[in-house]
């Protein structure tokens, strides 16, 4: 089966003063329908800027360049702006982090909603309406015509969210890229959300890119996952897999750094990896993680090659996982 | 019925609460029906002379008559159906001019804005040109040359007074460009026209509205300005500012003849600034629910 999405060496670069920094540094990725990827890093690591990167609206000054960028049998490579503002909101949407701010406040959730199916679909506003106030019950929002002719100001921000939701899925794309979606929720909401997303995918085959840096969200709804360090993605595989035994030294000290209640005594400082991101500008030479990597040595000095393990698990080290362990 | 809910029955709506809202809407709403139905009401023609009835006081002064109640002017034209139809000249010269600077300054402010770069810099060198032009010369300058006429005068001011919608535009664009219902447009595939007009434009109205109602009395002023230079709305209409000039000569003698159209200039351009501020205090993104 083809997948949904598939991305080969996506890279992003954005020219600034002191030179080019290249933010998304070859990054391969291949989701199929039905199915939730994590892109799991810190802050800085480059996860937005391929989230957009794939859509096209990435902002002006940056550049970006993919030896591969497939949605099903559609190259974006090839498409004009034009072509490209058809393919967004049709067969593939993209929902926020903040639903606080992203609802236009000067239309009512009916006229947005509306809007985008108008857009792509040649229907009447009868009928937009219609097909709106059925997707608002879809995603959970009862009385869902009192909804449509209110303001985004007067719902709250699991409503927001659910309403942006709705909208993503209004022409019912292929593929979802949510941009931490639930990082500006609280738990209660951020569970229930989750939960929807879940429902959705399985009831319309949607495929979920799902960028966040919150480890057990990635645990709780994805099936594959990869890591991305410092714009390259250093492991990739079934989050089962590498959750359960991180082949990365970076992975690894992620998931010790992960507070286990009963594990980690009340009061210990939680756990970190020492050191910081190396700057994005211009390129790196070897690994990019060696500066923090307990196992560093003289090959790291080289960029490591994508080692494979298993079928479909990838890390980028020098060295095999038993050894890394070993010699942390 | 509890303590509270007695007294949130007779709160107002937060609009009448405002006190500069109700007291410059009530001063810019007396201006504009008077204006509409005024000239129909005054029993005089503003052009009318009548050189046996020169300068007759108003009817509370001595010597006044209730035949015209604000007296006549050196011609004997009847004053308060000047004062009436001028209110006409400064509304029509106001909004006029706000309409064709509004179009200008936030055209240039939102592309500035929105498209930043070499955009936005050439834009920022327009506004910058632009302050550098010392506004009563240039409109002096121009009106003298083309000889003046409402269109000259509504053009001339409508082109000098584009900055401050370009500056507010140019900042709150900038400002909204980067909000994520913005982006989320864009992921839904809306292009970029559409995102200016139905994402952009909506949310930077209000500051515009506030500054509209600035430039707005600062046209009016200008207006009358030129009037009192003999550079403004040509006579015999009767603007403000010409009943100003026209009555210098009588100022020292009979001086309502320039206190009556100097007050209601005032009091106009006071009303429309506190209505103004009034409105910036209602739409101020911090008291929106």
């Known amino acids: 089966m083809t997948p949904v999405l598939t991305v080969e060496a996506l890279r992003v670069e954005i020219p600034v003063k002191t030179g080019l920094l290249r933010a998304v540094r070859g990054i391969d990725l291949a989701i199929r329908a039905g199915e939730t990827h994590g892109l799991v890093g810190e802050s800085g690591s480059g996860k937005s800027l391929s ?95 009192t909804r449509l002719a209110q303001y985004p100001h007067q719902l709250s921000g699991g409503l927001r969210q659910r309403v942006m939701i709705a909208m993503a899925l209004l022409c019912e794309p292929k593929l979802l890229i949510a941009d931490e979606p639930t990082t500006a929720l609280d738990v209660t909401v951020q569970a229930q959300i989750l939960r929807l997303l879940a429902e959705l995918q399985r009831a319309m085959g949607l495929a979920i890119l799902l960028i966040t840096h919150d480890l057990s969200v990635v645990a709780r709804v994805a099936q594959r996952v990869s890591v991305m360090y410092a714009g390259e993605v250093v492991e990739t595989g079934a989050v089962a897999d590498v959750f359960a035994r991180p082949a990365h030294p970076y992975t690894r000290g992620l998931m010790a750094a992960v507070p286990v209640p009963g594990k980690v005594r009340r009061g210990a400082p939680l756990g970190t990896i020492a050191g910081v991101v190396p700057s994005l500008v211009g390129e790196i030479d070897g690994c990019a993680f060696r500066a923090r990597c307990p196992s560093a040595h003289d090959a790291c000095l080289r960029l490591p090659p994508m080692r494979s393990v298993g079928d479909d698990r990838r890390y980028r080290c020098h060295l095999p996982p038993e050894v890394a362990e070993a010699r942390a | 019925m509890t303590d509270h809910a007695l007294r949130s029955a007779f709160v107002l709506p937060r609009r009448l609460r405002n006190g500069g809202f109700v007291v410059g809407a009530a001063i810019v709403g007396c201006v504009i029906i008077a204006a509409l139905v005024g000239p129909t009401l005054v029993p005089h023609d503003p052009f009318a002379q009548d050189l046996l009835n020169r300068l007759v006081p108003p009817m509370w002064m001595e010597g006044g008559s209730a035949a015209h109640v604000l007296g006549t002017d050196q011609v004997g034209r009847d004053y308060l159906a000047r004062l009436v139809y001028g209110a006409r000249i400064s509304l029509l010269i106001g909004l006029s001019t706000v309409i064709v600077s509004g179009l200008i300054g936030t055209t240039l402010g939102v592309a500035g804005g929105f498209f930043g770069g070499r955009v936005d810099d050439v834009v920022t060198f327009i506004i910058t040109c632009r302050l550098a032009v010392p506004l009563i010369l240039v409109a002096l300058a121009v009106v003298s040359i083309v000889g003046s006429s409402f269109f000259v005068v509504v053009m001339t001011l409508g082109l000098l007074l584009w900055e401050r919608f370009a500056v507010v535009a140019r900042a709150t664009t900038a400002q909204v460009r980067n909000l994520d219902y913005v982006t989320a447009a864009r992921a839904a595939g809306c292009s970029r026209g559409y995102i200016l007009l139905r994402e952009v434009l909506p949310n930077i109205l209000n500051p515009l509205i506030v500054v509209a109602t600035l430039e707005m009395a600062l046209a009016i002023l200008l207006e009358a300005a030129l009037s009192f230079l003999g550079l403004g709305v040509p006579p015999p209409l009767p603007s403000w500012g010409l009943m100003i000039a026209e009555a210098r000569d009588y100022m020292f003698f009979q001086a309502w003849v320039i206190v009556i159209p100097g007050l209601a200039l005032l009091v106009f351009v006071l009303g429309i600034n506190v209505l103004g501020d009034g409105l910036r205090d209602l739409l101020a993104p911090e008291s929106r629910a």
Do not use: W, Y
């Open chain 1, 51 to 145: 989230a957009l990167g794939i859509m096209g609206l990435l902002p002006a000054r940056a550049r970006r360049s993919a030896a591969q960028l497939r949605l099903g049998a559609v190259d974006l490579l090839a498409l004009d702006e034009r072509a490209m503002e058809d393919v967004r909101g049709d067969r593939v949407a993209m929902i926020f982090q903040e639903p606080m701010t992203s609802l236009n406040p000067a239309f009512t959730v009916g006229a947005q909603l509306t809007e985008t199916l108008r857009r792509h679909r040649k229907v009447s506003r009868g009928e937009a309406l219609e097909r709106a106030a059925e997707m608002l019950t879809r995603v959970g929002i009862s009385s869902p015509r």
